[in-house]
């Protein structure tokens, strides 16, 4: 069975230091979704791609926070500077397409520890 | 933005049928119900979707009444390994770019032998 490949699946980094984690969806899948989630709390959505394009970053803290899909395949997320408040899993997503939005394949995601 | 509001935690035992219900009072008309299952380290996995009535697959069945103000997961014969994390989700669907899932902070079921 297909999956969505994410990596590393742990992250330990200092504050103030630039930090990045990578996506590959399942092939054909359109629609990829990077979430965050803090111990204890449900996913929430950073970002949004339709292939290549970015359809939702709203919550994305975009002083420190860059995601891109540059083929409108993988994806990569990146923290520069990273803070102590970003702890937290880093979780890829995937989807085959607006239609099917609520069935959505998760990665095993990406622990991230800032110390 | 509809909201969801479902147990905190639940236990149950093995073998027994568990129910989780999920209030959603002010859902949309274009609004889609889900359900993921989250085990502790791993992403969240999709258990079932529906718009209205009941819908049934090899995991589970999902009731929801006329009104669609809220919906029923219901596990048949739970066992220890679906000890996890069941979140109800309302899926914003405007047919557009933007449909997204929002999740809460779902429901621990806590299956014991």
Redesign the interface.
């Known amino acids: 069975e297909a999956e969505?490949a994410q990596s590393p699946r742990y992250k330990i980094t200092e504050k103030s230091q630039a930090v990045a984690f990578w996506c590959d969806p399942i092939s054909g899948h359109a629609t990829l979704?990077w979430?965050r989630q803090i111990l204890?709390?449900?996913?929430?959505?950073l970002v949004?791609f339709?292939d290549e394009s970015v359809?939702?970053d709203s919550q994305l803290p975009k002083d420190r926070f860059s995601a891109e899909r540059l083929k409108g395949v993988d994806s990569t997320l990146k923290i520069q500077p990273a803070e102590l408040g970003d702890s937290a899993?880093y979780?890829c997503?995937s989807s085959l397409g607006?239609d099917r939005?609520?069935?959505?394949?998760?990665?095993?995601?990406t622990?991230l520890t800032v110390t | 933005l509809a909201k969801t509001t479902q147990p905190i935690s639940m236990d149950s035992y093995e073998g027994q049928e568990v129910n989780i219900t999920c209030s959603h009072n002010n859902i949309a008309t274009n609004d889609y119900i889900t359900w993921y299952q989250q085990f502790p380290s791993q992403g969240p996995r999709f258990i079932i979707q529906g718009y209205k009535t009941k819908v049934t697959n090899e995991v589970a069945s999902l009731f929801i009444p006329a009104d669609r103000k809220s919906s029923t997961l219901s596990l048949p014969r739970v066992s220890l390994s679906d000890t996890a994390v069941y979140y109800c989700l309302v899926g914003e669907n405007y047919g557009g770019a933007t449909n997204k899932l929002i999740f809460g902070t779902g429901t621990l079921l806590a299956v014991q032998p």
Not at chain 1, 102 to 109: A, C, K, T
């Open positions: 969505v979704y979430y204890g709390q449900g996913p929430e959505l949004q339709q359809v939702d899993m979780l997503a607006q939005f609520y069935e959505q394949y998760f990665g095993p995601g622990r």
